[in-house]
C-alpha cells in the first residue's frame, strides 16, 4: 500500500539549549517556526504460511526546518527514513511469539541533529481457559541497542550526548478477563518498552 503525502506542522516542540553564563546552560522546548516533509510511505504485509505473518512499513522523507523564531535564520534539510518490522508466529492455537524492530535514521534539530537509532524486540503470550487467562512475557532491546545519541553545535557550545540503558527491560504480565470473553485476535500486537 504505498502513499504519496506532504506534511506541513506549525509551532511543533524541539528541544532547545541557551547560555545562561560560562558554566550553566538551560535546556527547554521551544516551539518550531514550521516542520515541513514530502515522502513515500510503503506498507507490506505478507502471510506466507498459516501459522506466520509479517507486516513492513517503510517511510521515506525529506525534511525541512524552520526555527528563524529562536534565532536560526537558515532553514536546514535532510534526507531521512524510518523502518518498522512486526512478525507472528502461531506456535500453537493459544501460543504465539511475536518479533518487531524498528529503525529510525537522523533527524534535525535547531542546533545539531539526533541520529539515528535501532531496536529489536521479542516476545510471547499463552492464553488458559479459552482465552480467560493470558500470561505475556516480553523482551525489549535483547541485543543492546538502544541508544540516544544528540549532537549541538552552536557558537557557545559544541557537545555529543549518548544517553543509553543500563540493562534490557524484561516483563511478565499476567490478566485475567471476567464475564464474557470476546474474540480476541491472534496476532494482536504485543506492547514494548522502547523509551530510554
Avoid at 5 to 21: A, C, D, E, M, P
Avoid at 48 to 64: D, G, I, R, W
Avoid at 133 to 146: A, E, H, Q, R
Amino acid at each position: 500500500m504505498p502513499s504519496l503525502y506532504y506534511r506541513y506542522k506549525q509551532n511543533g516542540f524541539t528541544q532547545v539549549i541557551s547560555k545562561l553564563n560560562d558554566s550553566t546552560f538551560l535546556t527547554t522546548q521551544q516551539n518550531l517556526l514550521n516542520d515541513k516533509s514530502a515522502g513515500l510511505e510503503l506498507i507490506f504485509s505478507a502471510k506466507p504460511a498459516k501459522f506466520v505473518s509479517a507486516n513492513l512499513s517503510a517511510n521515506f522523507f525529506y525534511n525541512t526546518i524552520d526555527a528563524a523564531n529562536l534565532g536560526y535564520t537558515a532553514n536546514k534539510s535532510v534526507v531521512s527514513m524510518s523502518l518498522n518490522f512486526n512478525s507472528t508466529f502461531i506456535i500453537t492455537k493459544n501460543l504465539i511469539l511475536q518479533v518487531s524492530s524498528n529503525y529510525r535514521s537522523a533527524r534535525l534539530t535547531p542546533q545539531g541533529k539526533s541520529y539515528g537509532t535501532f531496536v529489536f524486540n521479542t516476545g510471547v503470550r499463552q492464553d488458559f481457559f479459552k482465552k480467560k487467562l493470558s500470561v505475556t512475557l516480553t523482551g525489549s532491546d535483547l541485543f543492546k541497542t538502544l541508544r540516544e545519541k544528540r549532537e549541538v553545535n552552536t557558537s557557545f557550545l559544541k557537545q555529543t550526548a549518548i544517553g543509553r540503558r543500563d540493562a534490557r527491560i524484561i516483563y511478565l504480565g499476567v490478566a485475567y478477563h471476567f464475564g464474557k470473553t470476546f474474540k480476541k485476535s491472534t496476532e494482536e500486537k504485543l506492547q514494548f518498552d522502547n523509551n530510554l
